[in-house]
């Protein structure tokens, strides 16, 4: 039997990617980073700033995403975020923006706990993109 | 009658004005095509989202913490209304269509004794609401600098939405728009986004449970907002969808018509010109009978 399951992430304008042939994705849960394998158990959860990995035999892939949403059903992986960019496409000076708006952001005297540890994580994988 | 000139210059407008709609049509056309294209490929997302969501909220176990999003405020006294239009006009019955259905509605509300206040995006909608329901409207938002559609721009409604109602302003949010349906129907919508309607239909249940990671009540209380978001995401690209395609029908119209008003006009001209001619000989004919 294959070891593969099927990922697909979806952002508010179209369906971003689809993979039939994954063999692991890794994605930055809530909580920490959480590794998928297939017959993973049903399983919701939310992203925070980071990395995901897919692990395919076409070649892995790394994407940098801000927020999102994960949902493991019956071998299908679903990720649903607004803001996603592959890491190859990602080039310095866009990823100096992204820092840039996260620095302002935290820099905010306003901002709750939580929203700053969000904006908090997003700099520290953005500075270590570099 | 009019004169021969003044036939002729008729005729050169209708014929540029129609120059003009079959323009306006082509534009809409291949606007269209896009805008239905964005809305096709919008549709994965916010039904993605609808299913966490039902899942969830059937998974939840206790219904009196429900974050208030889900579950409303408790009341059913204070009812805000976002309705989505146009920017442009030029597009047949779409924002009359809308304005119809929410003035229908503000009026059974008004009947039941419940307050209304009224968000309009998009400057028609404003324009047409601002002289009947003008004390009403607390805030008018419009995009006109954005070419399409985007994310950015229904989450900017959205945080105002989630703003107000937590700072208690209102108890019901219904949003109004225009689902497309095809080039010539679209029908307006009235969706009550706040509290969320959660009556799932029994396929939509699911019997495999899921874990959640953290707990039900913190994923929802982060999803929800995103939920608001993503319905007035799809409501704008619905909309826009919807208005080309209503511009296309009501250009296509125009079109027509104009070509049908150069027909008359162009028969007249030729009746008239005909007549003077006619006119001139039996002149002549009498005159030279008579000497």
């Known amino acids: 039997m294959s070891e593969e399951f099927k990922v697909e992430i979806v952002n508010p304008e179209k369906s971003f990617l689809i993979k039939e042939d994954v063999s692991e994705v890794v994605v930055p849960a809530f909580e920490g980073e959480m590794g998928i394998l297939k017959d993973h158990i049903s399983i919701i959860s939310f992203l925070k700033p980071g990395i995901i990995k897919i692990l395919s035999k076409s070649g892995n892939e790394n994407y940098y995403v801000e927020d999102g949403i994960v949902e493991f059903k019956n071998n299908n992986l679903s990720i649903l975020t607004s803001s996603i960019f592959n890491l190859n496409d990602l080039d310095k000076s866009k990823q100096q923006d992204l820092l840039k708006q996260a620095e302002e952001e935290a820099s905010k005297p306003e901002i709750n706990d939580q929203s700053k540890y969000l904006v908090d994580q997003k700099i520290e994988v953005l500075k270590s993109l570099n | ?291």
């Open chain 2, 1 to 291: 009658m009019a004169s021969l000139d003044d036939l002729k210059k008729r005729i050169a407008s209708v014929k540029s004005t129609q120059k003009i709609t079959k323009a306006m049509k082509m534009v809409a056309a291949a606007k269209l095509r896009r805008a239905q294209e964005s809305a096709e490929k919008g549709r994965p997302y916010s039904e993605k989202m609808n299913n966490v969501i039902l899942n969830l909220s059937s998974g939840i176990s206790d219904k009196e913490n429900a974050p208030k999003l889900l579950s409303g405020s408790g009341k059913d006294q204070i009812h805000l209304c976002v309705v989505m239009t146009s920017d442009r006009g030029l597009c047949g019955g779409f924002n009359s269509n809308i304005i119809k259905k929410a003035k229908s509605y503000f009026a059974k509300l008004s009947q039941e004794g419940k307050e209304l206040k009224i968000i309009t995006v998009g400057s028609k909608g404003n324009d047409q609401l601002k002289r009947a329901y003008g004390d009403k409207i607390i805030s008018h938002i419009s995009f006109k600098e954005s070419k399409n559609a985007n994310y950015f721009d229904a989450e900017k409604v959205g945080k105002i939405v989630i703003e107000k109602f937590e700072g208690e302003e209102f108890d019901v949010c219904t949003i109004f728009y225009n689902q497309f349906k095809n080039v010539i129907t679209q029908i307006p919508q009235a969706q009550q986004i706040i509290p969320l309607n959660t009556e799932a239909t029994e396929e939509d249940k699911s019997e495999d449970s899921y874990e959640f990671e953290p707990d039900e009540d913190e994923i929802l209380s982060n999803l929800l907002p995103k939920n608001i978001s993503t319905q007035i995401f799809k409501a704008m690209l619905e909309n826009s969808a919807s208005e080309q395609g209503s511009r296309m029908s009501a250009m296509d119209n125009a079109t027509r018509n104009a070509g049908e008003m150069v027909d008359k006009l162009t028969i007249e001209y030729n009746r008239s010109r005909q007549a003077a001619i006619t006119k001139e000989l039996i002149e002549i004919i009498s005159g030279a009978e008579s000497l």
